[in-house]
């Protein structure tokens, strides 16, 4: 082979396994490109506040985006700290399973009225064609619980919608565990809470909708109110 050969032959292309660049845990490549993605993400003002500036919690959205399939930036959207527990949002459930691939649309069986009020969701199996049904929820198992007895609950003004985020939820653990990542939705977390731990979502709109007060601080003292208890 002539010295002009050589210098056209181009060097081979070193191959490289796409399956383990993406995945941040499985190779330092992976994680070093995670890393930077991650840092991308925590300096948008898009995502949710808890994510803005957070480069671990990025990464582990990431990573969990990277397990479902999912766009990084849905997860973001619908990923809830409650009590220090990571949460989906029920919508996201419902979506994620839709998307799945593996059933037909959820669909939301309402019967009864008052505490007979009850749903199921149902679909069908792409796989074996058979109906699946998630366990029937009710007014009065949410009372049982004591779902609905909290002070700004959901279940007291919207009933319907609050049976059919149980019933996904139900359905989705029973019939796609790998879907929710062993993950509760935030509304479970929230009907089951003592009031004694704290809680952190992604934002104030978040907390009006799960019915929680905003943490109110007292009001400084001025000048007149401490004259006015020395006055006689």
């Known amino acids: 082979m002539s010295d002009q050969e050589t210098q056209l032959t181009p060097e081979p ?14 190779s330092a490549q992976g994680f070093e490109l ?12 898009l995502v949710p506040k808890q994510f803005q500036g957070n480069l671990p919690d990025c990464i582990i959205a990431l990573e969990m985006a990277q397990r479902l399939g999912a766009s990084p930036f849905a997860v973001m959207q619908q990923l809830y700290i409650v009590h220090g527990k990571p949460s989906w949002s029920s919508q996201f459930i419902i979506s994620a399973v839709n998307a799945s691939g593996k059933f037909t649309p959820l669909q939301f069986r309402m019967e009864g009225e008052g505490e007979t009020r009850s749903c199921v969701a149902h679909c069908i199996d792409k ?3 058979e109906r699946l049904e998630s366990p029937e929820v009710s007014i009065k198992m949410a009372k049982a619980e004591g779902w609905s007895t909290k002070s700004g609950s959901k ?30 939705s935030k509304e479970e977390i929230i009907d089951v809470d003592t009031g004694k731990t704290s809680m952190k979502v ?13 943490e109110k601080k007292p009001e400084p003292e001025t000048t007149e109110d401490k004259e006015e208890d020395w006055t006689e």
Not at 34 to 45: D, G, I, V, Y
Not at 169 to 181: C, K, N, Q, S
């Open 13 to 26: 292309i070193q191959e490289v396994d796409l399956q383990q660049s993406v995945s941040g845990f499985a």
């Open 34 to 45: 995670m890393q930077r993605q991650a840092k991308c993400l925590s300096a948008s003002t």
């Open 127 to 129: 796989l074996t064609g």
């Open 155 to 184: 279940w007291k003004t919207m009933p319907d919608l609050m049976l059919r985020y149980r019933a996904a939820t139900f359905f989705g653990r029973l019939y796609a565990p790998e879907i929710l990542l062993g993950m509760q």
């Open 202 to 214: 992604a934002s104030p709109a978040a907390e009006s909708f799960m019915g929680i007060e905003p």
